[in-house]
């Protein structure tokens, strides 16, 4: 541009200009420029923007774990997902898969390592476009879907988790394995297995149900041999700080019971409640050492009123649109103007161009 203005001022002058005539001459015509886009552009487009928290509600993308011999293509598990598009518009749903075969993804519910199940779904989050460059998810768990969420959150927790809710999970274990059909001989015979060989190192890393089965008059076997409900409830002697500090990153934990359960033995785990069979006696939550010491943040979470104990009429996951419809709205709604939002513009970018191709 400077060329330019120094050519024409030549050209109708008539001879060349001096060294100061020129730079007053530059100096105006700048000055000029300036005035000219400072009537065009607006100059609050001009300032820098600094970093700044949402201007606008934001509905954070909802990550789903079905439960046991469920996929994630299931029909009944998809309406969820356009149930919560529904009362949340804009709601991105991803649902947890093992395998993108859905016949495959239904066999990991129940044969599989945990351990190995958990660090696979904390890589594909973390790798996901979408989910990777959002501020934060809501995550829903259904049955045992629900203390792998959990799991999630205090082994890797990236892309963190806002608000967790669970339905009818075994927080707290099962102390008896579910029932197969009469004509299921298949479920019959890992069920012998599962129940004659419940500690073996087998049994523990390869049967699903086995590695949160917690039976309260066994508990040294199961301190000895869990490989992964005793880890993530932090009952060993050696506790795991990072689970903890994960765990009071959540904004709220909302676990559902089933008032009629008869699927989940004891369904009191659904709130972290110990069931003692024999005795009939029920250790609540509050009354437990896990509480007490904090070895999982439980106790921080409900001071601050974090922590919520609904109970939902019916069997085991027996849910009603109106009892999702009430859990979507409380727990899932979009973050409220002024919330903090600690990425770079560049990110929020990136999260909302993969939005809106996904959406």
Same mark, same amino acid.
């Not at 149900?209 to 040294?220: G, I, K, V, W």
């Not at 010491?293 to 069997?315: A, H, Q, S, Y």
């Given at each position: ?272 409640? &110990? @069931?003692?069979? #024999?005795? /009939?006696?029920?250790?609540? %939550?509050? *009354?437990?050492? +896990? ?16 922590? &919520? @104990?609904?109970? #939902?009429? /019916?069997?085991?996951?027996? %849910?009603? *649109?109106?009892? +999702? ?16 939002? &600690? ?17």
């Amino acid at each position: 541009m400077g060329s330019g203005i120094q050519s024409f001022i030549f050209t109708n002058s008539g001879s060349p200009p001096t060294m100061a005539s020129s730079l007053l001459l530059l100096f105006g015509a700048l000055t000029l420029i300036q005035s000219i886009i400072a009537a065009i552009i607006p100059q609050n487009l001009l300032a820098e923007t600094p970093a700044s928290p949402y201007t606008t509600p934001t509905t954070l993308p909802l990550v789903i774990w079905h439960g046991l011999g469920d996929n994630y293509k299931a029909e009944g598990l998809r309406s969820v997902g356009a149930l919560a598009a529904k009362v949340n518009p804009g709601t991105y749903t991803y649902f947890i898969r093992l395998s993108s075969d859905p016949s495959s993804d239904r066999t990991a519910t129940f044969l599989g390592n945990l351990t190995l199940e958990v660090a696979q779904v904390c890589a594909d989050l973390a790798a996901h476009p979408i989910l990777s460059a959002a501020p934060a998810i809501n995550a829903l768990g259904f049955s045992q879907g629900g203390q792998f969420m959990r799991a999630y959150v205090e082994r890797c927790n990236n892309p963190p988790v806002a608000n967790l809710v669970t339905f009818g999970s075994q927080h707290n274990g099962i102390s008896e394995f579910q029932k197969c059909e009469d004509a299921d001989w298949v479920c019959q015979g890992w069920q012998g297995l599962l129940r004659g060989n419940t500690w073996s190192g087998f049994v523990q890393n390869k049967l699903v149900p086995a590695q949160y089965f917690r039976n309260p008059e066994d508990l040294d076997n199961y301190l000895e041999n869990s490989n992964f409900l005793a880890d993530v409830n932090n009952e060993r002697e050696v506790k795991n700080a990072t689970y903890k500090e994960n765990m009071k990153k959540l904004e709220r934990f909302a676990m559902y019971m089933f008032s009629e359960d008869k699927t989940v033995v004891p369904k009191e785990s659904a709130w972290f409640s &110990e @069931f003692n069979a #024999t005795t /009939g006696k029920e250790t609540k %939550l509050k *009354d437990r050492q +896990l509480y007490k010491e904090d070895w999982i943040g439980l106790k921080w979470l409900d001071e601050r009123n974090k922590l &919520e @104990f609904p109970t #939902t009429k /019916g069997g085991h996951m027996e %849910l009603t *649109d109106k009892t +999702l419809i009430e859990a979507f709205e409380k727990y899932f709604k979009p973050r409220e103007k002024g919330a903090a939002d &600690e990425r770079t513009p560049k990110e929020k970018e990136k999260y909302n161009d993969y939005a809106q191709e996904e959406l």
